[in-house]
C-alpha cells in the first residue's frame, strides 16, 4: 500500500494530466454535434471529385433557406387579419344618442321632423354598426380581405365595409342630401360625435398566431429522391439542383446516423479523433515546451482556452449559425501568445479549429479563413503593452476576413448580387469582440497566476511602490538593479529572450537588500564597512539571506511567481567568495557550505542571463583603472567560472548564446566607463 502511495506521490503530475486530458475529451465530446460526419466534401460552383454517387436512402429533397424565407414573407404578405366586434357598444350607442337628442332637438329651429330626423340617426346608426366602427385606420387596401369577429361567429368581409370614424361626416352628409334633411346636418354631426363609439379592433394576437399557424405548415421538402437514385456524375458541377439536392443528403445523414444501432462506434470515432488532436497537443509541448509541459498550471489553462472556444462556437452554431464568425476565435493565439510564444499560440489555434470543423457549417471556408487571420494575429499582435497595436491588429484581421469570405462567395457563387452584406458586420463584430483580449488577460493574470508583458510593463515603473521604498533605503542597491536590468535587457534582445521579463527581473533580484541595506557594499557611505566588525560566516550569512528575504518581501507585495524565480535563481549556488576566502585565511580551513547560496541555480534564459549580467555589473565597480583590454578578460574570468561551477546547466541556453552575451555585456560596459580600444604603440 506504501509503494502505491508512493507511486502516486511521484507520478501525481502525470496523473493530473491524464484525468485533464479525460475531462477536455468528454466535453468536448459532448459539445460536438450529435450526428455523424457526411464522408463527402464539397463547395458549390466546383466539380464532384468523386465517384458516381446514388442516394444510399430514400430522402426528401428540402427547400433551401431562400425559398422558405420568400414563402414566410408571402404568408405575412397575404394574412388575412382578424377583427374583433364589440356587439354591445352598438346599443350604448344607440342609447345614448336618442337621450341626447331629446336634449338638443327643438321643433322651431329645424325643419325636418323631429321623427324623421330621430329614424335618419337611428338609420345611420344601424348602417355604421352593421360591420362596426373602428377609430384607427390600418394601412389595409380597400379590397383587403378580413375576418370580423362576433364572438364565437366569424364573417369574410372586406376591409371597406368596415366604417372609420374620420369618415362619419361624409356619411351623414351624403345621408341628410339623400333625404332632403340639410338643415339637421350639423346637429346629427354633434350629437354622433359624441355617441357613436368604435366597436372594432384589430385582434393581433389572433392575426399573428393565424399567420404562425401558416408558418408551421410550410413544407419543407419539395421532393423526393429514391433509393438508388443517381444524385451526381464524377466531375459535373456542384450547383443548382445537385447543391441543394447533395446538403439535403447531408442533412438527412447527419439526423439518422445517432439513432442507429451504431451510436457507440460514432462515439468512439469521436473520442479516438478528440484524443488525437489533444495527443498532438501534449507531444507538442513535452517536445518543444517542456516547461510549460511540467507546470500544471499552464497546461489547464491551454487546455481550458481551448474548451471555451469550442464551447462557445457550439452555443453560437446552435442558436443561429449565421453568427459563427462573430465569435472572436483570435483571441485564443493573441492570449497564448501573450503568455507564452507566438509558435504556441498559432499550434493551439490550429488544434482548436480541427475540433471546430465537426461544429460549423462549411467547414473548408471556416477553416481556411480562421486559419490566415490566425497567422495575420501572430505576425501583427506585437507588443500587446502597447495599446495602440492591438487596434492596429484588430483592423488588419477584420480586413483579411474580409477579403477571404469575398472571394470565397465570387468563387461559390460566380457574381456578387446575391451577396450578405451583413457578414461583413459580422467581421466587424468579431473585430470588436478581440479588442477584449486585454481585460481577458488581466483576468487570466487573476485566476491561473500567469504574467503577460502587459503586468510587466507595469512591474517595471520606477515609480511603483516597492522601487520607490528600494530607492529610498537602499540608492546604491536601485542604481545597480537599473545597470543591471539595461545589460539584461540589452543582451536577452541579442539572443532572443524575453527582454521585458529579464529587466523585471533585474530590477527586483535585490529588494531583500532592503532590511539591511548598510551591509551592502554600494550602500555604504563614508568607507565605512559594517562588515568589518563580524566574523567572515556571519558577514555571509548577512549576505545570502538578502536571497530569502527578497522572496519573502516579493511575495508580499504579490510580485509574480516568473519574476520571484529572478530572486531566488540570481546566485544560483554561488558561493560569497570574498568572506569564503577570508575565512580560510584566518581560520586555515572553511566549509564551503556555510558560505554557498541556497540556489536553485537558473532554469532559463532569462535567469541565466541576469546571473551574468548581475555579476558582471557589481564586479565591474572593483575595476582601478579600466580598460578596454581588462574589461574584455574581466568579463571572460567571471561568467567562464560561473560556467565551470555548473551554473547554466538547467539553463536553456548554448555556448553561441553566452559568447552573445558577453559581447554584449563587454560592449555596454566599455560604453559605461566610456572606453575606446586600445591601439598598440
Known amino acids: 500500500m506504501n509503494n502505491f502511495f508512493s507511486i502516486l506521490t511521484k507520478n501525481q503530475s502525470y496523473i493530473y494530466k491524464v484525468l485533464l486530458f479525460i475531462a477536455a475529451t468528454v466535453l468536448i465530446i459532448y459539445l460536438l454535434p450529435k450526428g455523424g460526419q457526411f464522408k463527402y466534401n464539397f463547395q458549390k460552383g466546383k466539380p464532384w471529385q468523386y465517384e458516381n454517387l446514388y442516394a444510399p436512402f430514400t430522402f426528401t429533397i428540402k427547400k433551401d433557406n431562400a425559398t422558405i424565407d420568400k414563402e414566410v414573407e408571402a404568408i405575412k404578405a397575404n394574412a388575412v387579419p382578424y377583427f374583433e366586434y364589440d356587439s354591445d357598444i352598438p346599443k350604448e350607442s344607440k342609447r345614448a344618442f336618442f337621450e341626447l337628442f331629446e336634449q338638443t332637438y327643438v321643433d322651431s329651429l329645424y325643419k325636418t321632423s323631429k321623427t324623421k330626423a330621430r329614424n335618419l340617426g337611428n338609420q345611420l346608426l344601424d348602417e355604421v354598426y352593421k360591420h362596426g366602427l373602428t377609430e384607427v385606420v390600418y394601412p389595409y387596401a380597400d379590397e383587403k380581405l378580413v375576418y370580423l369577429k362576433d364572438n364565437n361567429e366569424v364573417e369574410e368581409i372586406t376591409y371597406a365595409q368596415i366604417h372609420k370614424k374620420e369618415n362619419l361626416n361624409r356619411k351623414i352628409i351624403a345621408l341628410t342630401v339623400e333625404s332632403s334633411a340639410n338643415d339637421i346636418q350639423e346637429l346629427l354631426k354633434k350629437i354622433l360625435a359624441r355617441t357613436a363609439q368604435a366597436n372594432v379592433t384589430l385582434n393581433s394576437k389572433l392575426t399573428e398566431d393565424a399567420v404562425a399557424t401558416e408558418i408551421e405548415a410550410i413544407n419543407p421538402n419539395r421532393g423526393i429522391i429514391e433509393k438508388g437514385g443517381r444524385i451526381i456524375a464524377k466531375g459535373e458541377v456542384v450547383e443548382g439542383d445537385k447543391y441543394h439536392i447533395l446538403n439535403s443528403l447531408k442533412a438527412e445523414y447527419q439526423s ?354 541576469l546571473m551574468m549580467a548581475d555579476s558582471v555589473e557589481a564586479a565591474s565597480k572593483s575595476l582601478k583603472d579600466p580598460t578596454s583590454t581588462k574589461i574584455d578578460a574581466f568579463v571572460e574570468k567571471i561568467i567562464d567560472g560561473q560556467m565551470e561551477q555548473g551554473q547554466f546547466l538547467n539553463a536553456n541556453v548554448t555556448f553561441k548564446e553566452i559568447q552573445t552575451i558577453k559581447k554584449v555585456l563587454k560592449k555596454k560596459l566599455n560604453n559605461i566607463f566610456h572606453l575606446r580600444v586600445e591601439y598598440p604603440e
Open 256 to 609: 439518422q446516423v445517432w439513432s442507429k444501432s451504431n451510436y457507440l462506434w460514432l462515439l468512439v470515432g469521436y473520442s479516438l479523433l478528440v484524443s488525437l488532436v489533444f495527443l498532438m497537443l501534449f507531444l507538442f509541448l513535452k517536445k518543444y515546451r517542456p516547461d510549460i509541459f511540467y507546470h500544471n498550471t499552464k497546461v489547464t489553462f491551454i487546455f481550458f482556452n481551448i474548451v471555451l472556444m469550442v464551447f462557445l462556437t457550439t452555443i453560437v452554431v446552435k442558436m443561429n449559425a449565421d453568427y459563427v464568425y462573430v465569435v472572436p476565435l483570435c483571441i485564443l493565439p493573441i492570449v497564448i501568445k501573450a503568455f507564452f510564444d507566438p509558435r504556441l499560440g498559432l499550434f493551439v489555434h490550429v488544434l482548436t479549429l480541427l475540433l471546430l470543423g465537426f461544429v460549423v457549417p462549411n467547414s473548408f471556408e471556416y477553416l481556411f479563413l480562421q486559419i490566415i487571420a490566425g497567422i495575420v494575429t501572430i505576425l501583427t499582435v506585437s507588443e500587446l503593452y502597447k495599446r495602440a497595436n492591438l487596434f492596429i491588429s484588430v483592423g488588419q484581421i477584420t480586413f483579411i476576413y474580409i477579403i477571404g469570405y469575398f472571394a470565397f462567395f465570387i468563387i461559390q457563387e460566380g457574381n456578387i448580387q446575391l451577396l450578405k452584406w451583413e457578414t461583413f458586420g459580422y467581421f466587424v463584430l468579431c473585430g470588436l469582440a478581440t479588442l477584449f483580449a486585454h481585460p481577458l488577460i488581466y483576468l487570466y493574470e487573476k485566476i491561473f497566476g500567469l504574467v503577460s508583458d502587459v503586468s510587466l510593463l507595469e512591474l517595471s515603473d520606477t515609480n511603483s511602490t516597492l522601487l520607490k521604498e528600494l530607492s529610498n533605503k537602499a540608492p546604491g542597491t536601485f542604481h545597480h538593479s537599473l545597470n543591471v536590468a539595461n545589460l539584461s535587457e540589452a543582451a536577452a534582445n541579442e539572443i532572443g529572450a524575453n527582454a521585458m521579463l529579464v529587466r523585471v527581473g533585474a530590477l527586483y533580484h535585490d529588494i531583500g537588500k532592503m532590511i539591511n541595506p548598510a551591509n551592502f557594499t554600494e550602500n555604504q557611505v563614508n568607507s565605512f564597512n559594517t562588515h568589518n566588525e563580524l566574523a567572515p560566516k556571519e558577514s555571509a550569512k548577512i549576505i545570502i539571506a538578502h536571497v530569502i528575504d527578497g522572496i519573502e518581501i516579493a511575495r508580499k507585495n504579490k510580485l509574480p511567481d516568473r519574476v520571484i524565480d529572478f530572486i531566488r535563481t540570481h546566485h544560483g549556488t554561488s558561493l560569497v567568495y570574498y568572506f569564503y576566502k577570508k575565512e580560510k585565511e584566518l581560520s586555515g580551513t572553511a566549509d564551503p557550505e556555510d558560505f554557498r547560496y541556497p540556489g536553485p541555480i537558473p532554469f532559463s534564459k532569462e535567469t541565466a542571463i
